[in-house]
């Protein structure tokens, strides 16, 4: 089915759940959702790899700029310095670009609890895409299959387009003196 058009959706984000092994292991997964004004949900793209931290941030970066800067992007706050520094770092790589970071609250279920629901109401959608049946089966066999990576970053997402409101930004003026 195809999506309706992008200007249709009151919010948009892609969320990333990151992770930095070439070849095996845990996967990057980006994925962009959005939110129509009638309460359905859009699952509009996934991106899927394993690079190391320098080809993540290439890839993140490209991908913003593909999606625009209408979208915001989102990324899990994650524990430790290490988290700390990387979320750093991918924060400053998207310069230009509305970035919204939030707390890992609660279990892989837990947090994936709440856009399962949607999907079992009938309320989610996907794009027609390549990137479907890999999507599709994660999702089904959550939490016991091989992959969470794409369920992270569809959590992420929802919570998003469900509760983010862009700050109020107040001007001034100002002195560069």
């Given at each position: 089915m195809n999506s309706p058009p992008y200007d249709s959706f009151v919010q948009m984000c892609r969320f990333w759940d990151k992770a930095a092994s070439v070849g095996k292991g845990d996967f990057t997964a980006g994925v962009l959702m959005g939110r129509t004004q009638d309460g359905y949900f859009w699952v509009l793209d996934?991106?899927?790899?394993?690079?190391?931290?320098?080809?993540?941030?290439?890839?993140?970066?490209?991908?913003?700029?593909q999606?625009?800067?209408?979208?915001?992007?989102g990324l899990e706050k994650e524990r430790g310095s290490g988290g700390l520094d990387s979320r750093m770092m991918t924060i400053r790589n998207l310069a230009g670009f509305s970035v919204k970071s939030t707390p890992i609250i609660g279990t892989k279920e837990q947090r994936a609890d709440p856009f399962s629901t949607q999907i079992n109401a009938g309320n989610v959608f996907c794009q027609a895409a390549k990137w479907n049946k890999d999507y599709l089966e994660e999702l089904q066999y959550f939490p016991f299959g091989t992959y969470d990576d794409q369920v992270d970053a569809s959590a992420g997402a929802f919570r998003l387009v469900t509760e983010y409101k862009p700050a109020q930004i107040i001007c001034s003026d100002f002195s560069f003196t």
């Open positions: 996934v991106i899927r790899g394993r690079w190391d931290s320098a080809g993540r941030e290439r890839v993140i970066r490209e991908i913003a700029e999606d625009g800067e209408d979208v915001l992007v």
